[in-house]
């Protein structure tokens, strides 16, 4: 035996106290189905809603607004008041701001022909040096054994 079970569809209708519902919840920044669940409907309703009424994207639009509006002047306000880091987040966040990098240091220094000549002049010398040096550290070749002969003849074939 069926039976029937009771059931009577909620009507959707984008009432005064449902369009506040929706505004306050997207005033508080909500979105989706959290957005859905806080106006007191389900997900499926309000995206139904939605397509049925165009005031229901609007309350929504409307409330995102003046959240983020009243937000705002809180940010602006403290930032008026000193706040650096509010000031520095406004900065990036709505203007695009960056801060620099890298620092550029500019150094501007003269030469001179005559120290540029006696600085050349001092490296030459001190390679000079340091040739003399390794010329007189080195053992003579001569002093260096030769191959043998087998090495020798070994290396030819």
């Known amino acids: 035996m069926l039976t029937s079970l009771p059931f009577e569809p909620r009507v959707l209708q984008a009432t005064e106290a449902r369009l506040m519902a929706i505004y306050e919840a997207a005033k508080i920044g909500l979105r989706g189905d959290a957005l859905a669940f806080k106006a007191g409907m389900l997900p499926v309703e309000y995206r139904r809603l939605q397509q049925l009424d165009p005031v ?12 983020e509006a009243q937000l705002s002047q809180v940010l602006h306000e403290a930032a008026l008041e000193g706040d650096a880091k509010v000031a520095l987040e406004i900065l990036k966040h709505k203007h695009d701001w960056v801060a620099k990098q890298s620092v550029q240091i500019d150094v501007i220094q003269q030469i001179s022909v005559t120290d540029a000549l006696a600085q050349a002049r001092q490296r030459v010398a001190n390679a000079q ?25 070994h290396a030819e074939t």
């Open 129 to 153: 040096d340091i040739q003399d040096i390794e010329v007189n550290s080195t053992p003579a070749i001569a002093a260096r054994p030769r191959p043998t002969k087998e090495i020798a003849s």
């Open 56 to 67: 229901v994207e609007m309350a929504e639009l409307k409330g995102r607004a003046e959240g």
